[in-house]
């Protein structure tokens, strides 16, 4: 298989475009939508609406959730189709703007990747359609429902109970810091027929907002990422139809309710690692003028060599970040298997781009802990740590690489 490095012509030129709106319009705007912890909907409905207009999905978090059949037609027809690489060059220079926005656009969000790799063809036609008319309004957003108060990492040990009555399930409990969960039009909600059957309990539903006995709880108040909304979602008695089980009954015959979840995350781990790029790129080259400003012609000499080396190092963890987000997402574009790529660039992502931040502040001195006239290094020192934090902490990753290297041994 040939090694490509280079972007092709469209590529480049989205790229450049999405970069030009970051700097001229979304960046200026980002402090006071963290202030105001929120984004005005017509700025939102805008954004969305060029997203549609560049005839991509990648800006509306839908990214690279095609099905199998979706992409091998798109592959005869035209070679691969390229949407997980579109996606992460496309969220790293939005999160370089802001990265609450990339959250916040209308769409499906993360609950586009289960309806689509799971969903039956009347659920994809039903669930995706609440999203076509962009005019219309109020704007419509999806969210993904798998976290709990006591089901994190563990997503293994979900409670939130299923029981089937009649053509209907009856679901209760709570699920927790779901993002855009207040404002969705629907949520994936990960449920269990018994938690003693682990992953092989686990069903999926798609629970419309306004069904009785789905409320939303708190909306969380957050270090980082405030104009983002995380919520919390109480389900008591409430009942859903057999039509929104996802997939239908036959899927779960195995632990493919579990594998849903799963699957969502080889597609969403490079996008969440490129938005880490995105706001760690920030930061670096935040410091790099600072250093050139401050350092470059002042004495003692030998603390601008200091600063530059360091500056290097942060540079070379992106690049490298980068470099893991792109063939991860390469990997899925061409219908490889990449669970441990995927969770190798967000675990590498995260750290470096936590890295850049701490160091953007460190090397701007007392100044930039400041937020009187470094409020955007303030601001990223908030945004970032949570990158290292969804769609499976660190820590999650690091376990994640170790399981999949090890079987690859074994079939060495
Ligand atoms: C802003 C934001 C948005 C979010 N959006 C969504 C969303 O849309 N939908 C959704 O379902 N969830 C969402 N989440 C939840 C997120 O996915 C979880 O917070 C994350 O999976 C970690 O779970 P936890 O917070 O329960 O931490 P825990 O799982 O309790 O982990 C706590 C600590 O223990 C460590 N740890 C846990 N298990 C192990 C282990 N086996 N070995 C070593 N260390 C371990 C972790 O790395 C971490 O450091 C969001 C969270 C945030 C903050």
Not at 200 to 206: E, K, L, N
Not at 346 to 361: L, P, R, S, V
Not at 364 to 377: F, N, P, Y
Request: proline share 4%.
């Amino acid at each position: 298989m040939p090694i490509e490095f280079s972007l092709t012509k469209k590529q480049l030129e989205m790229r450049e475009g999405i970069r030009g709106l970051a700097k001229n319009v979304i960046r200026p705007q980002a402090l006071s939508w963290d202030r105001a912890g929120g984004i005005p909907e017509e700025f939102l409905r805008n954004m969305a609406r060029l997203a549609t207009s560049m005839g991509s999905n990648a800006m509306r978090s839908g990214v690279g959730d095609e099905t199998e059949e979706e992409k091998k037609e798109a592959e005869t027809k035209r070679g691969p189709s390229g949407s997980n690489l579109f996606g992460v060059l496309a969220s790293e220079e939005l999160a370089w703007g802001d990265g609450s926005l990339l959250l916040g656009l209308p769409g499906p969000g993360l609950g586009g990747p289960p309806v689509r790799s799971s969903g039956t063809a009347e659920q994809k036609k039903r669930f995706f359609g609440v999203f076509q008319d962009l005019d219309d309004s109020p704007l419509k957003w999806g969210a993904y429902g798998l976290t709990e108060p006591n089901a994190g990492s563990d997503v293994s040990g979900i409670r939130t109970s299923c029981r089937k009555d009649g053509r209907h399930w009856v679901l209760n409990g709570r699920k927790c810091y779901i993002t855009n969960g207040a404002r969705a039009s629907w949520t994936v909600i990960f449920a269990t027929i018994d938690p003693a059957l682990g992953r092989a309990g686990h069903r999926a539903f798609v629970v419309e907002k306004g069904t009785p006995g789905f409320s939303v709880g708190r909306i969380e108040e957050k270090m980082g990422l405030r104009a983002s909304e995380t919520a919390e979602l109480v389900l008591e008695d409430c009942r859903v139809s057999e039509d929104n089980l996802l997939g239908g009954e036959e899927k779960y015959v195995s632990k493919e309710g579990f594998m849903t979840a799963m699957k969502t995350f080889d597609n969403t781990r490079p996008l969440v690692a490129a938005m880490a790029c995105g706001i760690g790129r920030g930061a670096y080259e935040y410091a790099c003028d600072f250093a050139r400003h401050n350092y470059m012609l002042a004495r003692p000499v030998p603390r601008y060599a200091a600063i530059i080396e360091r500056l290097a190092k942060v540079g070379r963890s992106l690049e490298a970040s980068r470099s893991l987000v792109w063939r991860a997402a390469w990997m899925a574009d061409n219908g490889l298997s990449n669970a441990k790529e995927a969770s190798m660039s967000k675990a590498m992502a995260g750290q470096a781009a936590i890295k850049a931040c701490i160091e953007a502040i460190e090397i701007c001195g007392a100044e930039g802990s400041i937020a009187r006239d470094h409020q955007l290094l303030e601001k990223w020192f908030r945004d970032i740590k949570v990158y290292d934090i969804f769609e499976g902490t660190g820590a999650i990753q690091r376990i994640v690489i170790s399981k999949r290297l090890i079987s690859d041994l074994k079939s060495f």
